[in-house]
């Protein structure tokens, strides 16, 4: 059974950072794509950035480029997302989630991944 587990969040000031952690376990195979979503209230999950297994590349919405980082870790179903100089309009729910391909085209759409984690709350507010 696949599972993925976000870690990490929390409340933090404006132009403050924070390191969100996904584990997805339960599929041998591995995973060929993971991907960070988030959803405010009132809003639609958005991507915010996503990560190729195969060869590394990474893809990011353009709010986000230049301040949130995308990385695996060395255990390969691990991935973090490092959020600097947060503002007050990154506060959401923040997704984890995985697929068993890879779509560069499809890496920031929410429809394209298999599995996903609960959420983890980011609130950035003085």
């Known amino acids: 059974q696949v599972q993925v587990v976000e870690s990490g969040g929390g409340l933090v000031q404006p132009g403050g950072s924070l390191r969100l952690s996904c584990v997805a376990s339960?599929?041998?195979?591995?995973?060929?794509?993971f991907g960070w979503f988030r959803q405010a209230p009132g809003k639609e999950r958005e991507g915010v950035s996503a990560?190729?297994?195969?060869?590394?590349?990474?893809f990011y919405q353009d709010s986000v480029k230049g301040r949130f980082t995308i990385s695996r870790g060395d255990d390969k179903n691990t991935v973090y997302l490092q959020m600097n100089s947060l503002k007050p309009e990154d506060t959401a729910v923040y997704y984890c989630?995985?697929?068993?391909?890879?779509?560069?085209?499809?890496?920031?759409?929410?429809?394209?991944?298999?599995?996903w984690g609960q959420g983890t709350q980011v609130t950035v507010s003085s």
């Open positions: 989630a995985t697929a068993h391909n890879w779509n560069t085209q499809r890496s920031l759409d929410r429809t394209f991944y298999d599995y």
């Open positions: 339960g599929f041998s195979l591995g995973f060929y794509a």
């Open positions: 990560l190729s297994a195969s060869d590394g590349r990474t």
